[in-house]
């Protein structure tokens, strides 16, 4: 027997963005139901590190008491050509001074269980298989549950006014709806893995830049070591995926090869590793297209949020999810379905411009030669670096101009590249 179930918004997902749209959706007074395949707490392969701005969205979803004994980090030590510097996290009135290390298991079950508190029903343990679509108009889905989690096992028909897809980087279900990455953006391919480590307190989150493949050649991308406050250090290392073009690069190869790079004073090596280290895919820079139809929103690494400039995924989820939440609350209330417009339109504001940035940033990254003396200019120049901080974490101050400060700033930033890179 199939389980029917009819709902106002069904979404697809539950980790930051689909948490995020459920929370806010519910808060909204819509009825709303969650789709996960996994149960709560599970693994999510991840840095672990939340910007300021991403904590500033947990803490506008109430979880500001929840995260106080959770490690906090107040800014970065970077490493770029031998050179290291040490920035704090700016700290305005719009965000928090601080940033957060968190393990993605306790991270996706504290914000599941804030929607679950705001009124969503989660269903754990229910796979969504493909989407139901009558007269060329999405219907919700269907989905098996296994009966292990929350929800009902054996068969489901699920029906909803609104869809939200938020089923991450592969996303099945939005590519079944038509949904394609752009293959000229370029993808961030990263690996972590967690090593028992004395200075797992440390206030700072060390980033290096200077990463080099076995042959002593410059790969574009960075090594990090994140405090977790639990006796762990999260260690990682990423790359831009146009880099792999015509070179194999195992990605565990170069994870050890990192280690064996980590600043001595961490005492970091492979025989303290917790587990196997894990990779994973980050679709970046608003990447995928269409991200909205009819009554659906696409959100998350589902539609390529990830920052490109820091690799930073968790923030954008939840913005999207929030946003996405935002409009389809006010479509149901005006009954005017165009409303769902919005999205785009507030994601090209707030996101698109930024990302444009970052993908000729990402781009001047596969430069070697250009890198080599930007790096060495940002790192040997506390303003050029902390105004490069600032933009890499998207913590532009809305108040003082909002993205179009980005740009001058950028403007200043590429002013100062010599006119020989070109
Ligand atoms: C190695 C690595 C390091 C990273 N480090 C950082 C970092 O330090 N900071 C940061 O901000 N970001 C980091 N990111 C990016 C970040 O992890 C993602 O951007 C973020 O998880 C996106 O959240 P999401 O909710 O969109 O997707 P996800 O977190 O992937 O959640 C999607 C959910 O959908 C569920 N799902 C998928 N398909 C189905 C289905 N058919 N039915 C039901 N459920 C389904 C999945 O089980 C999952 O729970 C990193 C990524 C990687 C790979």
Redesign the pocket.
């Known amino acids: 027997m199939t389980t029917q179930k009819v709902t106002d918004v069904l979404v697809?997902?539950?980790?930051?963005?689909?948490?995020?749209a459920a929370y806010w959706a519910a808060k909204a007074g819509l009825n709303v139901l969650l789709?996960?395949?996994?149960i709560m707490p599970?693994e999510?392969?991840?840095?672990?590190?939340?910007?300021p701005k991403?904590a500033g969205q947990l803490y506008d979803m109430g979880l500001e008491d929840a995260t106080k004994k959770m490690h906090r980090h107040f800014g970065l030590r970077m490493t770029a050509r031998g050179h290291s510097i040490d920035l704090d996290w700016p700290g305005d009135h719009a965000h928090p001074d601080h940033g957060l290390?968190i393990r993605?298991s306790r991270l996706?079950a504290l914000l599941n269980s804030n929607a679950v508190k705001a009124g969503a029903e989660i269903w754990t343990g229910?796979?969504?298989?493909d989407p139901i679509i009558e007269y060329g108009h999405l219907r919700g889905c269907r989905?098996v549950g296994n009966g292990t989690g929350t929800g009902p096992e054996g068969a489901l028909e699920v029906r909803a006014k609104f869809v939200i897809i938020?089923?991450?980087?592969?996303?099945?279900?939005g590519r079944a709806l038509g949904t394609a990455r752009s293959r000229t953006y370029a993808q961030?391919?990263?690996?972590?893995g967690y090593f028992q480590c004395e200075r797992h307190m440390e206030n700072q989150l060390e980033l290096v830049f200077d990463l080099r493949n076995k042959s002593g050649g410059e790969l574009p991308g960075y090594g990090?070591v994140?405090p977790v406050g639990d006796g762990t250090v999260?260690v990682?290392v990423?790359l831009l995926s146009h880099h792999f073009g015509n070179e194999a690069i195992s990605l565990e190869g170069l994870f050890q090869h990192w280690v064996s790079q980590i600043p001595p004073n961490w005492e970091i090596n492979l025989e303290n590793i917790e587990d196997k280290p894990?990779?994973?895919?980050?679709?970046m820079g608003g990447s995928v297209h269409p991200r909205s139809g009819p009554n659906w929103l696409v959100?998350?690494?589902?539609?390529g949020?990830?920052?490109p400039f820091?690799?930073?995924?968790?923030?954008?989820?939840?913005n999207?999810?929030r946003l996405a939440a935002s409009v389809i609350s006010s479509a149901i209330a005006t009954g005017d379905g165009l409303e769902l417009r919005k999205y785009e339109a507030e994601l090209e504001l707030s996101y698109d411009r930024y990302y444009k940035l970052g993908r000729i940033a990402t781009k001047a990254l596969g430069r070697p030669g250009l890198m080599r003396k930007l790096t060495l200019l940002g790192i040997q120049s506390r303003v050029v670096t902390e105004l490069a901080l600032r933009i890499s974490s998207n913590l532009i101050n809305n108040d003082a101009g909002g993205t179009e400060s980005v740009y001058q700033v950028a403007t200043q930033l590429a002013r100062l590249v010599p006119d020989r890179d070109k």
Do not use: M, Q
Not at 35 to 38: A, K, P, T
Not at 188 to 192: K, Q
Not at 278 to 283: A, F, I, K
């Open positions: 697809v997902g539950g980790g930051p963005a689909g948490s995020s789709l996960e395949r996994e599970r999510r392969v991840c840095g672990d590190a939340l910007t991403a290390v993605r996706d229910v796979e969504v298989e989905a938020a089923d991450g980087p592969i996303s099945h279900f961030g391919l990263a690996i972590r990090w994140f999260n990682g990423g894990l990779s994973g895919r980050l679709p959100v998350g690494d589902a539609a949020s990830v920052n820091n690799g930073d995924g968790v923030e954008p989820a939840l999207n999810g």
